[in-house]
């Protein structure tokens, strides 16, 4: 009966064109629906399966195989397919299309019909020959096909079919080909198309590489590593690879090409950069449009070449505008005065389109020979241009130590990074000046008296027919190998100076001048003299003091032996009164004893033999595990400084900073990191640091004190400028009044007070900190301790916060931390400003032994200048105790209407120029803006009307602020140079000048 498959047949014939034509990732050995000829399979026995062949609409053949023996038991049909190369298949999928009817829709078929059939496989190298005996037990089983869906009869009336698709895996396949094969154990099945493929990662582009079609392993569960090749003019920037997986997908994209320069990724390749644009870097950035002034006339430009007149330097970068060099100089003009000549100019009007503008300055002196002949030469090298004749980047220079009574030529050139490399003239602005407002020089020759290691005595010849009254001389010195970048000078009365803090075995050269009432004269001619130099004559002396000192010693010994045994018991006596004295002061110390003052007596670590002991004593060791460093926020002299949380028993955990020795230390390091810990552990007040503890029984060693969250006091006032009120700032001068009052009241001497070492918490207590460098005091309060460092024998003092005696003779005292103080208070009410801003430290050292000190800042009260003017009293014995300066704090804040008085409103002077302190006076308006760094708002000066002293002696804040200096520091600057400037001129016109 085989009516059920016929009408299966017909009814596929009507399906067969919605056949699926298979995935990407698939190569197909074999598809039924695609066979143009004779499939040439075989059936055993030869009427089992019937093979039916109809064309469908587009007359392609559709090959289907049928059979359905279901009234006759014990079915055992097979269908054999034609030999399939495998190819580079590993593992093979057949896929299956089938009908079958359910048994229980064919009547009379009970235990006769099935709803399966099998699948086998057999592989050989060729295809068997013909006529080869067909053998079951050769093949190997696949599966048992079974349909997910059957068809009935009453669907056979319907016309509805019923398709089922069921694909098995085959394999592994080793051999060149295998067969199919298909056995029937009683079904009505119709097996509609057959397809045989398998899996594989077809070819692909990712990130610029190709990647080649590959084939998964027979193991589904790896993956092969596939390496990708660059597509071309793209380049490797990590190796590219992809993975290859068992269903014949791409997976885990790694590394990567980028596109050569001159090419830009579109679409998945690298193209070529069109005219007009260019790429210089590999990369998958776009093409760049070629800056202005360049161009590109081919395609895959790297570059863009620069148009004609313009040019690129060799450190400009190809994304960079071509440029060209600058033009002249705008308005240069000239000042002289009796010792220096003043050049200032404007920028060139065209900067070339570059900001790295500099200036040179080229001299000729021009004398002319007769008949109208003008000859010129390089001017004498003793020229000297200040700051430096070359590469100049303000608009104005001063000359000095030209000759008198010549004609200067100064060309000033202005270039840039492109100057030099075309041929266009030079950007010159010319002047021509005669030097005779210089008047001569009253000093012809100066002799060197005597020099030691650190200072030389010089006198000069009284001048005869000076042409008017000598007020006092000037001596400008420098080192000669730095004569072009800076140079001192200091002032007399009497002909002769003693120079002093100079380095020894050392050139100097020396000038001198006379200031008279008209006015200064022309230095002197150079004159060499060098430091270190040995006296023959100091020598002989000092051989015939060594013979008197073995004299005197001598007789001195046999006077000493004949008194020995009188006063031996004396001696003895004396000597147990003093142990028992030091060991009643040691008791004390090491007790906690507190003096009748109601502070302990600070013990300094030096004093102890062994430097561990004083650690052990003064500091607490904590075990390292309570301790969990977070952040590092800063390097100190022996290692890090960082932030974290300390948690010790019993207690909540804490902020700490915890200061660390850096590894390699040698002992004496060591000794001199934990020296600090053993002072700062000796005190307790809440004004000071205060030490949590140390680790010193692990590594690394450290030192752990209280967390202050916003750091130092000066950068902190530096980053909110003009943030605070007058009375907060007073209560933070005050808490650093209280620190340092008891660290004074201790017999402690802090050495180095700055604003820099002075600790803010987050509710504005300032607290003092950082010991490294502090000293004991003797018993008696008014005593200095005495350092061996002396200023110029390389000793680290903080020149600008330190009193005149410490730097002078390295004599420290609580007189000299109220002077330090004062430079504090300064930098609070300055906001963090620099002290003597840009002076260098000699120049401040001079200064201040001149008399001069620093003007009160803007916006300062005059109650809080005042102290600080006290605290700078020359004489140490004048200045202020702390006690008193605590107790003046505590008055302003008690009263703050104290406070309201501003420096900047007094109007009034001193009745004697003798009470005004001698601040320096500066030639031009361009020379004082250039003495405090603001140089560059000269233009705005000069444009704003002001040309001369006494013209900006004047101005307001107001004023200043409508130049256009902006910003707040730079006008607190400007403001606190013109209140000293003001005082200048007033005891200026008290002695009768004129400015």
């Given amino acids: ?105 064919i009547p009379w078929v009970s235990g006769t019909c099935k709803e399966t059939f099998n699948l086998f496989y057999l592989q050989t190298d060729e295809p ?157 950035t776009k093409c760049s449009k070629c800056p202005p002034h360049s161009s590109s006339h081919d395609q895959a430009a790297t570059i863009c070449h620069c148009d004609k007149g313009f040019y690129r330097a060799i450190a400009d970068p190809s994304t960079m505008a071509c440029t060209r060099p600058p033009s002249a100089p705008r308005n240069l003009v000239s000042l002289i005065n009796d010792t220096a000549l003043f050049l200032q100019w404007m920028p060139p009007s065209d900067t070339g389109g570059r900001k790295d503008i500099t200036y040179n300055i080229l001299c000729q002196r021009c004398d002319d020979s007769g008949g109208g002949v003008v000859q010129c030469e390089p001017c004498e090298p003793d020229l000297r241009f200040i700051p430096r004749p070359l590469g100049l980047t303000s608009t104005s220079v001063a000359v000095v130590d ?81 004569e072009q970048l800076s140079y001192s000078s200091t002032r007399t009365r009497t002909r002769s100076v003693l120079v002093t803090g100079l380095r020894p075995s050392t050139v100097y050269v020396f000038h001198v001048r006379a200031r008279t009432t008209a006015g200064y004269t ?148 060591r000794r001199e990191f934990l020296r600090e810990a053993s002072i700062m552990g000796q005190f307790n007040n809440p004004n000071i640091i205060r030490l949590e503890g140390v680790v010193t029984k692990s590594r690394p060693v450290m030192i752990v004190v209280e967390y202050m969250e916003n750091g130092a006091l000066d950068s902190f006032l530096r980053t909110r400028d003009g943030q605070f009120t007058v009375i907060q700032l007073v209560g933070m001068l005050r808490g650093i009044a209280a620190g340092v009052t008891y660290l004074s009241d201790m017999g402690y001497i802090h050495r180095d007070l700055a604003a820099r070492n002075i600790l803010v918490d987050e509710n504005l207590m300032c607290k003092v900190s950082d010991f490294g460098m502090s000293r004991v005091l003797e018993d008696d309060t008014e005593a200095a301790y005495t350092t061996t460092v002396l200023f110029g024998q390389g000793g680290k003092i903080p020149i600008r916060w330190t009193a005149p005696e410490a730097i002078a003779y390295g004599k420290f005292s609580s007189a000299s931390d109220a002077w330090s103080y004062g430079i504090v208070m300064w930098e609070v009410m300055s906001y ?32 809080l200048h005042q102290l600080m003017l006290h605290c700078w009293q020359k004489q140490a014995g004048q200045r202020p105790h702390f006690s008193d300066i605590l107790s003046f704090m505590d008055k302003l804040m008690l009263n703050p209407s104290s406070l309201l008085t501003l420096v900047n409103d007094v109007q009034s002077f001193p009745d004697s120029p003798e009470d005004m302190p001698d601040y320096p006076l500066f030639i031009s308006i361009g020379d004082w803006l250039d003495s405090i760094k603001m140089s560059q708002y000269k233009n705005n000066f000069l444009a704003a009307g002001y040309t001369t002293l006494d013209s900006i002696s004047t101005m307001s804040t107001d004023d200043i602020r409508r130049t256009g200096v902006c910003l707040i520091g730079h006008q607190r600057r400007i403001i606190s140079s013109i209140q000293s400037l003001r005082l200048q001129l007033h005891h200026i016109q008290q002695s009768g000048f004129q400015v």
């Fill in 402 to 482: 030209f000759a008198s009574r010549i004609n200067y030529t100064f060309h000033v050139e202005a270039v840039n990074g492109v100057s030099g490399l075309g041929v266009a003239a030079r950007s010159l602005a010319n002047v021509t000046i005669n030097t005779h407002q210089a008047g001569p020089s009253l000093v012809a020759v100066v002799r060197k008296n005597w020099a030691s290691l650190n200072s030389i005595a010089l006198s000069w010849a009284e001048v005869e027919n000076a042409p008017s009254e000598i007020v006092d001389y000037e001596v400008k010195y420098y080192e000669k190998e730095q």
């Fill in 128 to 284: 068997l020959p013909a006529g080869t005996r067909f053998r079951p037990t050769d093949y190997a089983k696949v599966d048992t096909i079974a349909a997910d869906e059957s068809f009935t009869q009453t669907d056979l009336g319907d016309r509805v079919l019923r398709l089922n698709t069921e694909i098995r895996e085959v394999g592994p396949v080793t051999q060149k080909g295998f067969y199919l094969a298909f056995q029937d154990v009683g079904a009505c099945i119709a097996l509609v198309s057959v397809k045989v493929f398998y899996k594989r990662c077809p070819s692909t582009f990712r990130n610029l590489a190709a990647f080649p079609d590959t084939v998964p392993h027979t193991d589904s569960s790896s993956l092969v590593e596939v390496r990708g090749a660059c597509v071309e003019n793209a380049e490797e920037r990590d190796t590219p690879k992809l993975y290859c997986g068992a269903d014949g997908d791409w997976l885990v994209p790694l590394g990567r090409c980028v596109c050569s320069i001159g090419h830009e990724e579109m679409d998945g390749y690298c193209r070529a950069c069109k005219p007009g644009f260019f790429k210089a870097f590999a990369g998958n």
């Fill in 832 to 863: 963090g400003e620099r002290p003597y801003w840009e002076m260098s430290n000699q120049d401040v050292i001079l200064s201040i032994e001149e008399g001069y000190r620093l003007p009160a800042p803007m916006g300062c009260p005059v109650a």
């Fill in 522 to 669: 022309a230095y002197s001619p150079n004159f060499e003299f060098a430091t270190g130099a040995e006296d023959p004559d100091l020598a002989d002396q000092g051989q015939v003091l060594v013979v008197v000192t073995a004299s005197v010693g001598g007789f001195s010994l046999l006077v000493i032996l004949t008194l020995f045994l009188l006063i031996t018991g004396r001696c003895q006596g004396y000597i147990k009164a003093r142990m028992k004295s030091e060991e009643k002061r040691r008791t004390r110390f090491h007790s906690g004893h507190v003096p009748f003052s109601g502070i302990k007596t600070y013990v300094d670590p030096d004093t102890y033999e062994d430097p561990t002991q004083a650690v052990q004593e003064f500091t607490k060791e904590i075990d390292p595990s309570y301790i969990r460093i977070e952040r590092v926020i800063g390097a100190g002299e022996f290692g890090e400084v960082c932030s974290g949380r300390l948690r010790l028993p019993g207690r909540s955990d804490i902020a700490v900073a915890i200061k660390t020795l850096k590894g390699g230390y040698m002992e004496q390091q």
């Fill in 1 to 105: 009966m085989r009516s059920g498959g016929e009408y299966c047949v017909f009814l596929f014939l009507l399906q067969s064109v919605l056949s699926d034509p298979g995935a990407t990732n698939q190569v197909v050995l074999l598809d039924t629906t695609t066979v143009l000829g004779e499939l040439d399979w075989r059936t055993y026995p030869v009427n089992g399966w019937d093979a039916i062949t109809e064309m469908d609409e587009q007359n392609r053949p559709i090959h289907t195989f049928q059979v359905c023996h279901v009234m006759e038991p014990n079915q055992n049909n097979w269908l054999r397919s034609g030999w399939i190369q495998r190819q580079a298949a590993q593992r093979v999928y057949v896929e299956l299309r089938f009908t079958l009817r359910d048994c229980n829709s």
